[in-house]
T-cell receptor, first 115, second 110 residues
Framework: DTAVSQTPKYLVTQMGNDKSIKCEQNLGHDTMYWYKQDSKKFLKIMFSYNNKELIINETVPNRFSPKSPDKAHLNLHINSLELGDSAVYFC??????????????FGPGTRLLVL | QKEVEQDPGPLSVPEGAIVSLNCTYSNSAFQYFMWYRQYSRKGPELLMYTYSSGNKEDGRFTAQVDKSSKYISLFIRDSQPSDSATYLCAGTVSGSRLTFGEGTQLTVNP
């Protein structure tokens, strides 16, 4: 059973194109995230949604637009792709708790290469 | 300056060695500290977390946090080739916004 799934796993595209990455979680979690991991393995949060509402929006170019149609899905659309967008994009989900650490569960990643 | 600093390695040890992985952080408001393990071409998975200062042990793994020196450590005893992965430390104030270190790539040689 895949807890957090992402499609596609690999994405190779030309500069200037628009692309989308989809994420789904079957854990019943309320919160979902998008992270970007660069070639040096540095993992940085981009966005977070809680129950379809945007709660974290880091300094990310507005070419990146997340959309959450329901709390089990969080998609990432990227306009006018640039070379620097090449990275691995991870989706994650968690269930907020009271007074306890919420574990974030990560998907397998989408490897984006912009040529 | 990054909020969480971690030596990226790579670190190579023989099987059975004790491994020490370390991070420092600058945000005094961090309350929770995590270690994630990431195998090649996979997503990170939570290995351990600690709240505030102290130690936590789970099998061969021990996590330590010293808030006075803003130092986070992960020790792996009797390391195995299956422990070869990238280890990411992270800190957070509340739980949702994780700030990760750069990750340390570990190889355990049989």
């Amino acid at each position: 059973d895949t807890a957090v799934s992402q499609t596609p796993k690999y994405l190779v595209t030309q500069m200037g194109n628009d692309k989308s990455i989809k994420c789904e979680q079957n854990l019943g979690h309320d919160t979902m995230y998008w992270y970007k991991q660069d070639s040096k393995k540095f993992l940085k949060i981009m966005f977070s949604y809680n129950n379809k509402e945007l709660i974290i929006n880091e300094t990310v170019p507005n070419r990146f637009s997340p959309k959450s149609p329901d709390k089990a899905h969080l998609n990432l659309h990227i306009n006018s792709l640039e070379l620097g967008d090449s990275a691995v994009y991870f989706c994650a989900s968690s269930q907020p708790g009271r007074g306890t650490q919420e574990t974030q569960y990560f998907g397998p990643g989408t490897r984006l290469l912009v040529l | 300056q990054k909020e969480v600093e971690q030596d990226p390695g790579p670190l190579s040890v023989p099987e059975g060695a004790i491994v020490s992985l370390n991070c420092t952080y600058s945000n005094s408001a961090f309350q929770y500290f995590m270690w994630y393990r990431q195998y090649s071409r996979k997503g990170p998975e939570l290995l351990m977390y600690t709240y505030s200062s102290g130690n936590k042990e789970d099998g061969r793994f021990t996590a330590q946090v010293d808030k006075s020196s803003k130092y986070i450590s992960l020790f792996i005893r009797d390391s195995q080739p299956s422990d070869s992965a990238t280890y990411l430390c992270a800190g957070t104030v509340s739980g949702s916004r994780l700030t990760f270190g750069e990750g340390t790539q570990l190889t355990v040689n049989p």
